[in-house]
T-cell receptor
Framework: GQQVQQSPASLVLQEGENAELQCNFS?????MQWFYQRPGGSLVSLFY???GTKHSGRLTSTTVIKERRSSLHISSSQTTDSGTYLC???????FGSGTQLTVMP | EAAVTQSPRNKVTVTGGNVTLSCRQT?????MYWYRQDTGHGLRLIHY???????QIGDVPDGYKATRTTQEDFFLLLELASPSQTSLYFC????????????FGPGTRLTVL
């Protein structure tokens, strides 16, 4: 079945720096979502992006189907970006283990 | 107005206890899902349903039952709760099963002592 590898597992930035989060999938990619998980646990859907590039404010998601990978770029990071970022694929949403992002002031 | 709601938001029970987690969606979606999330893991699918009266087994179904009573309501039942079921539980809904975007509830934190 599908396996999802997220990297890095954790990332510490200074405020204002950019971040690049990666997801790699073991089998063909046909559905893709990125989530932000708040420290309290609730999930925020960031992108539904099966292919191509999507933008939302300081966030950009790029999915390359042929290469079975997706990335999330965060520009000009802020302390409020701190939390866990999860990617998921497949119609039943196979999740990666997440990237724990900490943005220092 | 939140489209996927869960109750309770927090629950503490003892080993062997009986627990029901509730989920309601107002998206008019056909598919609903129950996931659990444990430290070091992403979310893992327990059960899902594509309509009232339907139930499908997910990846980690052992120890759980589920029931979809209406298009809106999906319940997760733990009839003999064990400490290994201490977890954060999420419900989600989607319009279709085939690679459609899923919308999540706020989660229920369950502790089994």
């Amino acid at each position: 079945g599908q396996q999802v590898q997220q990297s890095p597992a954790s990332l510490v930035l200074q405020e204002g720096e950019n971040a690049e989060l990666q997801c790699n999938f073991s089998t063909s990619l046909n559905s893709m979502q990125w989530f932000y998980q708040r420290p309290g646990g609730s999930l925020v859907s960031l992108f539904y992006n099966p292919s191509g590039t999507k933008h939302s404010g300081r966030l950009t998601s790029t999915t390359v189907i042929k290469e079975r990978r997706s990335s999330l770029h965060i520009s000009s990071s802020q302390t409020t970006d701190s939390g866990t970022y999860l990617c998921a694929s497949s119609w039943q949403l196979i999740f990666g283990s997440g990237t724990q992002l900490t943005v220092m002031p | 107005e939140a489209a996927v709601t869960q109750s309770p938001r927090n629950k503490v029970t003892v080993t062997g206890g009986n627990v029901t987690l509730s989920c309601r969606q107002t998206n008019s979606h056909n598919y609903m899902y129950w996931y659990r999330q444990d430290t070091g893991h992403g979310l893992r699918l327990i059960h899902y349903s594509y309509g009232a009266g339907n139930l499908q087994i997910g990846d980690v179904p052992d120890g759980y039952k589920a029931t979809r009573t209406t298009q809106e309501d999906f319940f997760l039942l733990l009839e003999l709760a064990s400490p290994s079921q201490t977890s954060l539980y999420f419900c989600a809904s989607s319009d279709a099963g085939n690679y459609a975007e899923q919308f999540f509830g706020p989660g229920t934190r369950l502790t089994v002592l």
